[in-house]
């Protein structure tokens, strides 16, 4: 059974960082991508990050490009954003979330990801 369990988020000012981490139990890493997304008040939920262990590869918001990092230790099977240089339009909550490597090609779309975890809050004060 996959579960995912999302910790690390509160409250910072404008220019600090916050490191989120996503416990992913039952999740297969060679088969499986874990992605970040986030959701504002009143807008829509939207890709901000995706780690494929098996390729070593990252894929980034535009929005978040140079600021924000995603890793993984897939032996404690853990995934972490470290969000840097925060800005208040980063205040949302923050999902992590599992899918199929073969939806990679569209890891921005919440649509094409099965599994979610319950969300942390990140409030950043300007």
């Known amino acids: 059974e996959v579960q995912l369990v999302e910790s690390g988020g509160g409250l910072v000012q404008t220019g600090g960082s916050l490191r989120l981490s996503c416990e992913a139990s039952?999740?297969?890493?060679?088969?499986?991508?874990i992605g970040w997304f986030r959701q504002a008040p009143g807008k829509e939920r939207e890709g901000v990050s995706c780690?494929?262990?098996?390729?070593?590869?990252?894929y980034y918001a535009d929005s978040v490009k140079g600021r924000f990092t995603t890793s993984s230790d897939n032996a404690k099977k853990m995934v972490y954003l470290e969000m840097n240089n925060l800005k208040p339009e980063d205040t949302a909550v923050y999902y992590c979330?599992?899918?199929?490597?073969?939806?990679?090609?569209?890891?921005?779309?919440?649509?094409?990801?099965?599994?979610w975890g319950q969300g942390t809050q990140v409030t950043v004060s300007s």
């Open positions: 979330a599992s899918t199929q490597r073969s939806v990679l090609m569209i890891w921005d779309v919440p649509g094409a990801w099965g599994f």
């Open positions: 780690i494929d262990t098996r390729e070593s590869r990252t």
């Open positions: 039952g999740v297969n890493f060679d088969e499986f991508v």
